[in-house]
C-alpha cells in the first residue's frame, strides 16, 4: 500500500515552454501532497506544501507563478513549471501523506527528471 | 544555515560488516526524525523512523540511535548487503508541523562492496 505515482518519469522540453508533472496517490487519499526538488548530489529541497482544495504553501524563495501548483482532488496534484528554462532542470519528486494530526512518513513518488534545452 | 547534518558525503563498507551512517541536528525543536534510502533515479523510500521518546528504534537489520543532548542520531545496517548500496537522507520534523514538514539532510552515499 501506500503507493505513489509520478508522471512523466521524464521529459524535455525547449526554453519558454510549461511542463506539467502529475504526482497521485494510488490506493490512499493523501491528505496533503509535497513537492520537491533534487538537484544532482544535492539533498531534497522542500518547494511547497499542498492540501486538497486550498491554496499551496511555498517555501521561501519559491515563485509561486512560476511553479504553480494545483491539488484538485485527495489523490491528485499537479505541479507546473511556467516559461521553463535551463536552470529549472532538475529532478522534481513529490510525496503524499495522510492523517495530519500524528507523524507519519511521507510516501514518495519516483521523481521526474525535467531537462530544459 | 543547514538544520540537518549529514557530515560523511560517503561510506563504504564491506558486505557483512556494519554500517554506520550519522545525522546532526541544530534545531532543539525536531522532536521526530526519519531515514530515507533513494536509488538514483528514483523517489526515497522510508527505512525507519524515531520519536524524541525514544533512544532507540529497531527494524529487522536497521537500527536508528537517538541522542537528544548530543542532537545526534545515527542508523545502523547490520549485516550490511550489496543492495543497500543507496544515498541515505536523514529527516526531521518539530511538533508543530505534525511530522509533516519535514527538513532533509544533504544524504550519505552507502557503498556495501562485496
Known amino acids: 500500500g501506500a503507493v505513489v505515482s509520478q508522471h512523466p518519469s521524464w521529459v524535455i522540453c525547449k526554453s519558454g515552454t510549461s511542463v506539467k508533472i502529475e504526482c497521485r496517490s494510488l490506493d490512499f487519499q493523501a491528505t496533503t501532497m509535497f513537492w520537491y526538488r533534487q538537484f544532482p548530489k544535492q539533498s531534497l529541497m522542500l518547494m511547497a506544501t499542498?492540501?486538497?482544495?486550498?491554496?499551496?504553501?511555498?517555501e521561501q524563495g519559491v515563485e509561486k507563478d512560476k511553479f504553480l501548483i494545483n491539488h484538485a482532488s485527495l489523490t491528485l496534484s499537479t505541479l507546473t513549471v511556467t516559461s521553463a528554462h535551463p536552470e529549472d532542470s532538475s529532478f522534481y519528486i513529490c510525496?503524499?501523506?495522510?492523517?495530519?494530526?500524528?507523524?507519519?512518513?511521507?510516501?514518495f513518488g519516483p521523481g521526474t527528471r525535467l531537462t530544459v534545452l | 544555515d543547514q538544520q540537518v547534518k549529514q557530515n560523511s558525503p560517503s561510506l563504504s563498507v564491506q558486505e557483512g560488516r556494519i554500517s554506520i551512517l550519522n545525522c546532526d541536528y541544530t534545531?532543539?525543536?525536531?522532536?521526530?526524525f526519519l531515514w530515507y534510502k533513494k536509488y538514483p533515479a528514483e523517489g526515497p523510500t522510508f527505512l525507519i523512523s524515531i520519536s524524541s521518546i525514544k533512544d532507540k528504534n529497531e527494524d529487522g537489520r536497521f537500527t536508528v540511535f537517538l541522542n537528544k543532548s548530543a542532537k545526534h542520531l545515527s542508523l545502523h545496517i547490520v549485516p550490511s548487503q550489496p543492495g543497500d548500496s543507496a544515498v541515505y537522507f536523514c529527516a526531521a520534523s518539530a511538533a508543530h508541523n505534525y511530522g509533516q514538514n519535514f527538513v532533509f539532510g544533504p544524504g550519505t552515499r552507502l557503498s556495501v562492496l562485496p
Open positions: 499542498s492540501n486538497e482544495g486550498s491554496k499551496a504553501t511555498y
Open positions: 534545531n532543539s525543536m525536531f522532536d521526530y
Open positions: 510525496s503524499a501523506s495522510f492523517d495530519h494530526t500524528s507523524y507519519n512518513e511521507q510516501f
